[in-house]
Structure formats: structure tokens, C-alpha cells
């Protein structure tokens, strides 16, 4: 029996441990790697602007914008034209949605050129939709697969470097599911496999909804189990885990639910869930809002960011309403708001980045007019 420190023979110094990465182009994943740390720059997070024109709708139709892809490109136009210094200095990467991929400025400049020159790095959203998973009570999957790799080719031909597929779950007495979450982890993980295969780095979005009235404690346990599913599935399809960024919503109580957790107590939880989970080899965890107000979603991030224990991974922001709401409300689709609805949407990106270094300075409320919304 060998002890530690015994030498090893010449011939077992010659065999080449056998990994699943064994097969990895080591191109490939220095440059999954290289995506993913040029995302993840401390201070930094990522703009979600991947809503759908069907998304938009309800969100234009409060405050008076016409649903129109006109509207829609002067939207995105207002929101990535505001002071490069500053926008570069807390946004490192913008969700796409496909229609915006393809979009181009009032100046005849495309969207991902415009980002590509402010240092931002373009992603897109890949998955089509969430639908009906047949055999269960009411819970969902998600399509895109089909033709997955073809479009994951064309996008990094067309200048995306990552991608973010989303499946959602729901909590009650009976959901979810084992089938539910095995069927989205498995979506999850070819997804995954699909687009490291064609050069973009995966952000992976389980995201464990929360409109019910369960307690803080139920959400944990929910968390565990969903991540520990999610994580197996994703070791059992050989994902290169250091080349994929992981986008889950903070353990939080229901909606409904009338007690109030502290920022702290929320740090502690989703804290403790991704310590019992989540791989050390994973670079980066980018939380979702999951409907938060905007001051809850950066003072609850700056609480995580600065919580004390061992924390492995990079952690930062990949919010869409909590930075973009406010600056929407001012804007309202008039040209003359421009100005005044970048400088709120700064003063939001802002915030944002002082919580993801858990160095958020005051309550966490802006004062730029418009911010805030509840």
C-alpha cells in the first residue's frame, strides 16, 4: 500500500490522468474562460435587455409607449447610448434579445457594434419561450433546442459571446416536482453543452419563482434541492463548469408571505444554498431581481456581496427592470426625455455596482427623479 510522499514509478508518472474533459479543445475552453472572467470584472454586472416585444408590451403600455420595433430600437438606442465612461465602468455585458441582435441605430450602427465599442461585451437570450410540461400540476419547461446550434453558430459569427437560457419554477405543497426539475435540468444542461460547442459561454437561469406565501426556510430547501439536481445533471453532460455562469434568483420568502426578512437574513440563505451546491469551479454567480423593488434588489445584493464566509465565486448583478424601470418611466418614448432617463439609468448601474462589491453607501435609494419605483 503506498503512503503519502511515496514516489511514484516512471511508468505511472506517464499516464495522463483521464477527465470527461479529456476530449475539450484547450482553445476552446481558454477562451469559455476568458468570456466568462472579462464578464465577471469586480464592480461590474450585466444589463438584462432580452424581453421579448410580447414582454414589452404591459411594461410600454404603463407608461403610454407604443409597441412598436421602431420604439422598441429607440429604446435599447437610449439605454446603450448613455455616457460611455460611465456605463463601461458598471456594465460589463448586455443580454440581447434576437430582434435586438439584429437592430441597428438611428447612425446606421448595429447594436452589438455599438457595445463592442463601449468594451461591453454582447450576449443573447436563446431560449424560445416557456411552455405546458405535460404530466405535471401546472409547471413549466422551455423550447429552443431544435435548432440551438446552428443559431449559436450564427451568433458568434454575428459578434455574441454568451448566451442565457431561462427555465422557471414554481413552490407549493406539491411543486415542484421531480420531474419538473429533472426535465429543466436536463434542458439546462444541453443547452449548455450547445453553446460552450460553438464558443459562447452559457448563463444558466434556474429560477425559482416566488409568488406564493411560503416562509424563508421553504425557499432554502427548494433552492437545495433544485441546484443539487441541476448541478448533477450538468457534471452527467460533461458541461465545462469553468467556462458557465450561473443566474439564479436570492432565496426569498413568498410574495405573500408577511413576514419580513432582513437583508441579512436573505444573505445568509442564499449564501448557505449555493455553499451546499454549487461547484467551486462555476466562476460566477449573477443573481436575478426575481420582482423585487429596485431598493430591496440592491441592498438584499449588497448583503450577499459583503456577507462574511468562504465564497468561491465572483458575485455580481444581471438585472433588466431593477436598472431599466426607472429610467422607462422617465423616458416614455419622447426623444426630449432622453437625457434625464440615461442619467437616472446611470445613477441605477451605480448603485447596483457599489452592492456587487458590498460597498453600497446609504439606503440604497436614488435620487434621481424617477427612481424607485415599487
Not at 403610454?64 to 463601461?88: H, K, P, V, W
Not at 462589491?357 to 439606503?363: A, E, R, S, V
Request: hydrophobic share 35%.
Amino acid at each position: 500500500m503506498k503512503r503519502i510522499g511515496d514516489k511514484c514509478s516512471c511508468k505511472e508518472k506517464l499516464v495522463s490522468p483521464v477527465t470527461k474533459y479529456a476530449e475539450l479543445n484547450p482553445a476552446l475552453c481558454a477562451e469559455l474562460r476568458k468570456i466568462a472572467d472579462t464578464i465577471l470584472v469586480p464592480g461590474k454586472g450585466l444589463m438584462a435587455c432580452d424581453e421579448s416585444p410580447t414582454s414589452l408590451n404591459s411594461r410600454f403600455e404603463e407608461f403610454g409607449i407604443e409597441n412598436t420595433e421602431t420604439q422598441r430600437r429607440d429604446y435599447r438606442q437610449m439605454l446603450f447610448t448613455a455616457d460611455e465612461s460611465q456605463l463601461t465602468k458598471y456594465i460589463s455585458g448586455v443580454i440581447l434579445h434576437p430582434e435586438t441582435v439584429y437592430q441597428k441605430t438611428t447612425e446606421g450602427i448595429s447594436f452589438v457594434e455599438l457595445l463592442q465599442q463601449k468594451n461591453i461585451l454582447p450576449g443573447v437570450k436563446v431560449d424560445t419561450g416557456l411552455v405546458d410540461l405535460f404530466g405535471t400540476n401546472d409547471e413549466k419547461t422551455t423550447e429552443g433546442l431544435d435548432n440551438l446550434q446552428e443559431r449559436c453558430i450564427q451568433y458568434k459569427r454575428d459578434g455574441c459571446h454568451f448566451t442565457k437560457w431561462r427555465c422557471t419554477y414554481t413552490i407549493s405543497d406539491n411543486t415542484p416536482s421531480q420531474m419538473a426539475m429533472n426535465t429543466n435540468a436536463n434542458v439546462l444542461a444541453r443547452y449548455a453543452t450547445i453553446c460552450q460547442s460553438a464558443r459562447l459561454v452559457p448563463i444558466i437561469e434556474p429560477e425559482i419563482l416566488n409568488p406564493g406565501d411560503y416562509g424563508i426556510n421553504k425557499a432554502l430547501e427548494v433552492h437545495e434541492e433544485v441546484m443539487s439536481i441541476l448541478f448533477r445533471t450538468l457534471n452527467e453532460h460533461h458541461v465545462y463548469l469553468e467556462g458557465a455562469i450561473l443566474k439564479p434568483a436570492m432565496v426569498l420568502s413568498g410574495i405573500k408571505n408577511t413576514t419580513n426578512c432582513t437583508p441579512q437574513i436573505v444573505a445568509e440563505s442564499t449564501v448557505t444554498g449555493l455553499q451546499r451546491t454549487v461547484p467551486p469551479a462555476v466562476p460566477g454567480v449573477v443573481f436575478l431581481s426575481g420582482g423585487q423593488s429596485d431598493t430591496e434588489s440592491v441592498t438584499n445584493l449588497n448583503a450577499i456581496c459583503s456577507y462574511e464566509g468562504k465564497i468561491p465565486w465572483k458575485l455580481t448583478f444581471c438585472y433588466g427592470r431593477a436598472i431599466q424601470n426607472a429610467a422607462m418611466k422617465v423616458w416614455q418614448g419622447q426623444p426630449g426625455n432622453v437625457q434625464e432617463a440615461q442619467t437616472v439609468l446611470l445613477e441605477r448601474t451605480r448603485l447596483c455596482s457599489e452592492a456587487a462589491l458590498g460597498k453600497l453607501t446609504g439606503d440604497g435609494v436614488c435620487t434621481k427623479k424617477g427612481q424607485n419605483p415599487q
